[in-house]
């Protein structure tokens, strides 16, 4: 009868250890999987190099790569990363270089382009009242534009609006900055050129 009591309180103590052990090692690494899944990057800007394209705001609402379309006319596969933020708000040279390109661009909306030699940095969906021209020349962390409206009016051959038939600012459920990199031509994902100081659950 000893005996059986002793392999049974052996048992409830192996199971206890088992659980405790679970719990220490796996239930983070579950976490952290979930967190990679969904995750809310808030950004260190003490990174050196680039400067973060929209200061004061670091939620991002959609990562580089494969994801549902949000709204008619959005790619699946998206390249580059979409930080809300209230139209108006300012946009910032990430670094030294010339401007490319400043006009309507498809899906994009109004576009500013950044260009250092073979790499690219888009701005889209910002405002069509551009504060800077093809060929200036701006400096790091310089404002260049803003944020832009959801909607715009009179752009010739704009194919994309909502679901009440109104013209928005190229494929865009509201305002925020689709920031894009290209280097060498090939979409890279911005979030590599940035160090991430916290990864939070949404």
């Known amino acids: ?8 309180q052996k048992l409830i103590l192996s199971i206890i250890i088992f659980t405790i052990l679970i719990c220490i090692f796996f239930i983070p690494i579950l976490n952290q999987v979930n967190s990679i899944q ?3 990057i808030i950004l260190d800007f003490n990174s050196g190099i680039f400067q973060w394209p929209i200061p004061g705001y670091t939620k991002i609402s959609s990562y ?3 994801r549902n379309a949000p709204t008619s006319g959005a790619a699946i596969y998206h390249t580059g990363i979409d930080i809300p933020a209230p139209e108006g708000t300012k946009l910032v040279a990430i670094c030294d270089g010339t401007i490319t390109f400043t006009d309507f661009l498809g899906g994009g909306g109004y576009t500013i382009t950044l260009s250092v030699d073979d790499t690219k940095f888009t701005y889209c969906h910002v405002s069509p009242n551009f504060i800077v021209d093809v060929g200036d020349v701006v400096s790091k962390g310089q404002v260049i534009g803003y944020v832009g409206p959801k909607y715009v009016y009179g752009v010739k051959g704009n194919q994309y609006s909502d679901s009440d038939g109104k013209p928005t600012n190229g494929a865009t ?4 900055l689709h920031f894009g ?3 060498f031509e090939k979409y890279v994902n911005p979030l590599d050129y940035f160090k991430s100081s916290n990864i939070e659950k949404k």
């Open 173 to 176: 459920t509201g305002c925020h």
């Open 38 to 40: 969904n995750p809310e």
């Open 64 to 66: 580089f790569g494969k």
């Open 1 to 8: 009868m000893n005996c059986e009591v002793f392999n049974i």
């Open 181 to 183: 990199i290209r280097v």
